[in-house]
T-cell receptor, first 116, second 118 residues
Framework: ETGVTQTPRHLVMGMTNKKSLKCEQH?????MYWYKQSAKKPLELMFV???????ENNSVPSRFSPECPNSSHLFLHLHTLQPEDSALYLC???????????????FGPGTRLTVL | AQTVTQSQPEMSVQEAETVTLSCTYD???????LFWYKQPPSRQMILVIR??????QNATENRFSVNFQKAAKSFSLKISDSQLGDAAMYFC???????????????FGQGTILTVHP
């Protein structure tokens, strides 16, 4: 596997379910990100982890719970979601604290989440 | 806070022709970076081109070039000799180089869907 991988690629869940999204990067990066992509809206940054420490929580509801056990893996735990949470969830990684101009973020293919 | 605006939800171009995608941004900073990212239908977003705000020369990457107008806070992407593989959603993004909590974070526009007709 190369780059940034995400599983599952598609997920359908009910509002009372608990599920987790997984992201793995094989690039030796030490910063990882969760974004939410909804139709006709800009990508919304949700969480940022640098060296396994959460450095950004962009006012995300507590029904989304991130976990970063190491620099290569990032999870997003989901529980009691709402239909408006249906979206494409993208994971990205980069080199933490590097010059932003060259701190290219590498994205995964995303998980298409549908909440019924 | 910085904002990025892409006013063209959709654009189309004939194969081999040239198309320009628009982007404007709002910031009070003088040191920053601008990017164009491409998201093909397979969803994996990739970087197309980057521009450093303190460089007056417009960035170029093969068929992709930008028109960076710092005073007007405008950052358009020109795709020359369009190919079918250029069909994708294109996002303009801003990154601060000013330090603090915004350092390195990307702020994206709403995206422009580009269709390439054969």
């Amino acid at each position: 596997e190369t780059g940034v991988t995400q599983t599952p690629r598609h997920l359908v869940m009910g509002m009372t379910n608990k599920k987790s999204l997984k992201c793995e990067q094989h690039l030796g990066h030490n910063a990882m990100y969760w974004y939410k992509q909804s139709a006709k809206k800009p990508l919304e940054l949700m969480f940022v982890y640098n060296f396994k420490e959460q450095t950004e929580n962009n006012s995300v509801p507590s029904r989304f719970s991130p976990e970063c056990p190491n620099s290569s893996h990032l999870f997003l735990h989901l529980h009691t979601l709402q239909p408006e949470d249906s979206a494409l969830y993208l994971c990205a990684s980069s080199q933490a604290w590097a010059d932003p101009g060259y701190n290219e973020q590498f994205f995964g293919p995303g998980t298409r989440l549908t909440v019924l | 806070a910085q904002t990025v605006t892409q006013s063209q939800p959709e654009m189309s171009v004939q194969e081999a022709e040239t198309v320009t995608l628009s982007c404007t941004y709002d910031t009070s900073e003088s040191d920053y970076y601008l990017f164009w990212y491409k998201q093909p239908p397979s969803r994996q977003m990739i970087l197309v081109i980057r521009q450093e705000a303190y460089k007056q020369q417009n960035a170029t990457e093969n068929r992709f070039s930008v028109n960076f107008q710092k005073a007007a806070k405008s950052f358009s992407l020109k795709i020359s000799d369009s190919q079918l593989g250029d069909a994708a959603m294109y996002f303009c993004a801003y990154s601060s180089n000013a330090g603090g909590t915004s350092y390195g974070k990307l702020t994206f526009g709403q995206g422009t869907i580009l269709t390439v007709h054969p």
